[in-house]
């Protein structure tokens, strides 16, 4: 058994990697800003702390032996195409006083969540692009801020292993989905964006879905539970260097839509109205974790897609019950 913090804790990732870590018996701290929204933390201590402040990351990470930093001001391309000074901010604070905070702390090791978003723009502009390598983040040129600081992160975690010995890993995540993740609101991604759409459609009879752009800009998509399993094999392994972690099936935002309509058992009239795009294209490359680790993602993208349809209809189906009782009570 080991004790291990969880930052980020009350979101997505987090807190299903909470679960995982207490399914195994381990000794687990969970950190965020926020309790999870869909279910209560396993956690065996959940502390409310804004990690941009360098003594709550102090606090965080005492006494424990691994740390997985997934604290950060995040969404997808609707959150992250625009509030770019917040977002640098925020997450620079929290990714640099995250890391000396675990090191001061003689933590064993550190692992830091970056992104695809870290790739630059010039290798993502066809929409049948090839699989990025993880050596083709340089030269850099990320398109959003959000992907510079991951990036800028990235070279802490490097440089902190090398002059100072200290144990980093880094994970380049590629388009995470599934149940519990953020569904509305403004900051989902476009798999749960297209469940939510399709299952509104199904549940009140309009067919149309509105999709951003034309549709026929790419990504992978990587399901939860593989998300999980290989967080934790990379920080087990040795290698302190990025790797990848998603699926390399490229498919269509309007395949997306397709594979849903097909799960939710309805038709569906596509409306493509404009929207933030990021870039064209983007898949993974998965040479690297198969050599390092003998292992990448197992889960298709219609088995994904189908647990995380279901659990998002049930929550819109949730909600209109809930907007419909509010109406009859005021009328
Ligand atoms: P999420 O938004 O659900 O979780 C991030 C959590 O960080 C949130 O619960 C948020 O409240 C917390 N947080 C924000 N500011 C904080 C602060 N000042 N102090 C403490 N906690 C704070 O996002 P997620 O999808 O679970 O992502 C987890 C990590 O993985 C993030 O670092 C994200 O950048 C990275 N990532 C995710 C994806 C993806 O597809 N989900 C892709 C690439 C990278
Ligand atoms: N979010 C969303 N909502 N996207 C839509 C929608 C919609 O209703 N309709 C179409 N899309 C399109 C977007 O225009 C974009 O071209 C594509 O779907 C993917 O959008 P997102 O899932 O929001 O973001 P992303 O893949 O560009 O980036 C995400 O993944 C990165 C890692 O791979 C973000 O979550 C980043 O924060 C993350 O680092």
Redo the contacts with the bound molecule.
């Keep these: 058994m080991s004790k291990i913090l969880v930052t980020g804790a009350g979101g997505f990732i987090g807190h299903h990697l909470v679960k995982s870590l207490k399914e195994q018996g381990h000794w687990v701290r969970g950190v965020d800003i926020k309790h999870p929204e869909y279910e209560p933390s396993p956690a065996d201590e959940f502390l409310i702390l804004d990690l941009r402040r360098w003594e709550n990351c102090l606090t965080a990470t005492k006494d424990v032996e691994y740390v997985y930093n997934l604290s950060a001001d ?7 195409s625009s509030n770019h000074a917040r977002i640098l901010h925020n997450n620079i604070l929290i990714s640099t006083h995250m890391i000396e905070a675990s090191r001061v702390n003689g933590v064993d090791r550190y692992l830091f969540t970056s ?3 870290v790739y630059p723009e010039y290798r993502q502009q066809e929409a049948n692009i090839a699989p990025l390598k993880e050596e083709d983040a340089y030269p850099a040129d990320p398109q959003d801020a ?2 510079w600081e ?1 990036l800028v992160s990235e070279r802490l975690c490097i440089h902190y292993h090398d002059e100072y010995g200290f144990n980093t890993r880094i994970v380049r ?4 989905y599934g149940p519990l993740g953020t569904w509305d609101g403004g900051r ?7 469940c939510r ?1 399709v299952a509104i459609a199904k549940l009140t009879g309009n067919p149309e879905v ?4 034309d ?1 026929e ?1 790419t ?1 992978s998509f990587c399901y939860i539970d593989d998300c999980i399993v290989g967080m934790q094999k990379i920080m087990m392994s040795d290698y302190h260097l990025p790797l990848n972690l ?1 699926t390399d099936r490229l498919v269509t ?1 309007n395949q ?1 839509v397709d594979i849903v309509a097909d799960i939710a058992g309805i038709k569906v009239i596509k409306k493509h109205v404009p ?5 064209r294209g ?1 898949n993974s490359d998965n040479t690297r974790i198969r050599q390092v680790l003998g292992w990448e993602p197992q889960i298709s993208l219609e088995e994904g897609l189908r647990r995380t349809y279901e659990w998002i209809e049930d929550q819109v189906r949730q909600k209109l019950a809930r907007e419909s009782s509010k109406v009859s009570v005021s009328s």
């Design positions: 995040m969404g997808g391309m609707g959150f992250i992104s695809a978003c959000y992907g991951k995540f590629h388009n995470i989902e991604k476009a798999p749960a964006a297209i759409k509105e999709i951003w752009g549709g800009q990504r998603g935002i997306l929207g933030p795009q990021g870039v983007r």
